[in-house]
């Protein structure tokens, strides 16, 4: 029995992320506009369903039943991959991320399942690879579509994101060196247990408290990867019409903007792990991790979303100089000394 | 298992592969893709063999011929780009000023 | 059994995709053929053991260079520059080059798979000889690079920053200050 029962529940687990993540990106839409609408002081949408709930339902209906336009001089093979490579990429780079403790589902299984899609022992690499070919849809998608203003907004998206590339990577290293490990899982459970600051009071041993200028770092560059926030010049809807997704409509638009909603939760995912101790918090059992672990998701959501529509955007070039002659140097000396201090205490 | 001969064979393949794209493609860009065909056949023969001895040299190497053909890459699309602003093709026939 | 089945998958994807970047004329398409074939190889380096070469693959290869081809591609405008100036017919079908190209290319084949299974037992499975373990630690692995290879490692650093330098002054216009 039990042999047959293990897949199936893997099955199920894997059935349920690949929902939750799409279901994720619908409450996402409606979320942003209502957040937005509260903090410009009016309601968001407030018409379809109580308070606006059901609006995402109305705004998928919308974009299914638009009509499915293609350029002349597109690509015929690119126009439809890029959106295909973006939405792809999104929901792969989730694979690796664990988003709970060992658990035996309260005895059900005899031997606990880990709650994630698949425990690699390199999954801090492999998110940073699939969010790296996540650059291909952009870009692709500006180049297919054959039109200047798309084929700009392509451009630079890509090289923001491989600018910005760098600070990311390099911060992780920083974690990397304080766990002693590549695999997401293992850098969660070293962030297990308190330290008692003068001797009284617990303070969780999350990587947050001893490496905050590589959290700042890490999320800076986390929401240039993602094109979000000050940082979505390449998408601006007031600059560049709408950017490498002008000639887009239907189903083929609505993949890029889950795309980023789902980078978004990915991003946020990883920054848990890494940063805010993932699934531990004091008091709460582990078979209940994965409750604290959306939590801890729904809170960087918001802080996205609350920079978005609290701070203006850069412009390109600056955009660009932050990137290069600011961050990525900042993150560099974050790495030196943290190694520096790895070293310091434990030898 | 997979015997090792499978991945000598396949590697040999692609490095062919990668060596007539060299010789038969008119197009700059096409032939420095068809060298890193060739690049990666021998990166998978280092690993095919690293892994068969049974110790981490063959992936130590492959760590840096990979960044060697990053720079590698990265110097010869310059090369191109300085060409194609003088000629204006891409065609390495063009580029015969110093035949005889 | 399982084994075999990827193994072949990823062989016939990754000389699929390399056979058709050699023979596409659209160099776009070529570039993305390429991304494809080193996929494949990712994969089978995994099946090699070799995890951190196979993500190093994928980041490196498909994720930086690639990306650089394609920017070159999209500056040059290259598709409609393929070289349809200087000769009418796609190399590939013109005949004298396809014969004697496909025969050098199955010589090579041949003289290379002959040479490389000189090793004395060919045949064994990949792996028999140790297990995985010691094999793809990451943590050996740095060990050994930033030891017994420091050398090595800080020459292709320089030999990194000597190729960004190069390049950047290689592509600039003329008459720029």
């Known amino acids: 029995m039990e042999p047959y029962i293990r897949p199936v529940v893997i099955g199920v687990m894997i059935f349920i992320v690949f929902n939750a993540l799409i279901i994720a990106s619908a409450i996402l839409v409606l979320a942003e506009r209502k957040i937005m609408g509260f903090m410009q002081q009016r309601y968001g949408p407030y018409l379809v369903g109580p308070h606006g709930m059901l609006q995402p339902i109305a705004d998928i209906l919308k974009l299914v039943f638009k009509e499915e336009l293609r350029p002349k001089g597109a690509d015929k093979w690119l126009f439809t991959l890029a959106p ?20 035996t589902l309260f005895g059900f299984l005899d031997e606990p399942i880990k709650l994630g899609i698949a425990d690699v022992n390199v999954a801090v690499l492999v998110v940073f690879a699939v969010t790296s070919m996540g650059v291909y849809g952009i870009v692709l ?3 297919a579509s054959n039109s200047k203003y798309s084929l700009f907004g392509g451009l630079r998206a890509s090289a923001q994101m491989i600018s910005y590339e760098l600070a990311y990577a390099t911060s992780l290293a920083a974690v990397i060196l304080l766990a002693g490990s590549l695999s997401l899982r293992e850098i969660v459970d070293a962030q297990q247990g308190f330290w008692y600051l003068f001797g009284v009071i617990p303070v969780p041993k999350w990587y947050f408290f001893v490496q905050i200028p590589g959290f700042i770092i890490y999320v800076i560059a986390g929401v240039a990867e993602t094109n979000r926030a000050p940082f979505d010049f390449p998408e601006a809807e007031q600059e560049l019409v709408a950017g490498y997704n002008t000639e887009y409509s239907s189903v ?31 008091g709460v059992p582990p078979a209940f991790g ?35 002659k600011y961050l990525f140097p900042a993150s560099v000396l974050n790495l030196i000394v943290t190694a520096a201090l790895v070293l310091y205490f434990n030898a | 298992m997979i015997p090792l001969s499978y991945y000598l ?9 990668g060596a007539a794209g060299v010789f038969m493609r008119r197009n700059l860009i096409t032939i420095l893709l068809s060298v890193e065909i060739m690049l990666n056949a021998v990166n998978l023969t280092f690993v095919a063999f690293g892994r068969y001895a049974g110790d981490l040299d063959g992936q130590i190497i492959t760590f840096f011929v990979m960044t060697v ?17 003088h000629r204006e093709s891409l065609n390495p026939d063009a580029f015969t000023s110093l035949k005889w | 059994m399982p084994e075999t089945v990827t193994f072949f998958l990823f062989a016939a994807l990754a ?31 995994i099946q090699l053991e070799a995890p951190f070469v196979a993500v190093a693959q994928i980041i490196i290869y498909a994720g930086a260079i690639m990306v650089l081809f394609l920017f070159v591609v999209m500056l040059l405008n290259a598709p409609k520059e393929d070289g349809a100036d200087w000769d009418r ?24 798979a002959s040479a490389l299974m000189a090793v004395r037992e060919y045949n064994t499975p990949v792996g028999a000889q140790s297990d995985a373990a010691t094999v793809n630690s990451v943590a050996a692995m740095g060990r050994s690079i930033f030891t017994r290879h420091t050398f090595a490692f800080e020459a292709t650093s320089i030999l990194i920053l000597v190729a960004m330098v190069g390049a950047v002054v290689l592509a600039r216009r003329e008459g720029d200050q």
Do not use: C
């Open chain 2, 9 to 17: 064979i396949l590697s040999a393949t692609l490095f062919a592969i």
């Open chain 3, 15 to 45: 000389i699929g995709a390399s056979t058709l970047v050699i023979a596409q004329r659209n160099p776009m398409y070529s570039v993305l053929l390429l991304i494809a074939s080193f996929g494949a190889l990712s994969g089978l380096y």
């Open chain 1, 252 to 282: 083929r638009f609505a993949l890029f903007p889950q795309a980023e909603y789902i980078n978004m939760v990915t991003m946020s995912a990883v920054a848990t792990d890494l940063y805010l101790g993932g699934w531990h918090f004091p």
């Open chain 1, 290 to 324: 994965w409750i604290v672990f959306l939590a801890k998701v729904s809170v960087f959501l918001f802080v996205y979303i609350w920079m978005r529509w609290t701070v203006p955007r850069y412009r390109y070039d600056q955009l660009m100089m932050f990137g290069w």
């Open chain 2, 69 to 85: 053909a990053a720079a590698e890459a990265a110097v010869g699309l310059a090369l191109v780009i300085a060409l194609f602003r």
């Open chain 1, 141 to 143: 998608a500006g180049w």
């Open chain 3, 89 to 112: 017919l796609h190399p590939l079908r013109q005949p004298g080059v396809a014969r004697w190209g496909t025969l050098l290319a199955v010589l090579l084949i041949v003289q290379l």
């Open chain 1, 84 to 103: 295909i490579l973006s939405i792809v990429t999104a929901f792969v780079a989730f694979a690796t991320v664990p988003f709970g403790a060992e658990t």
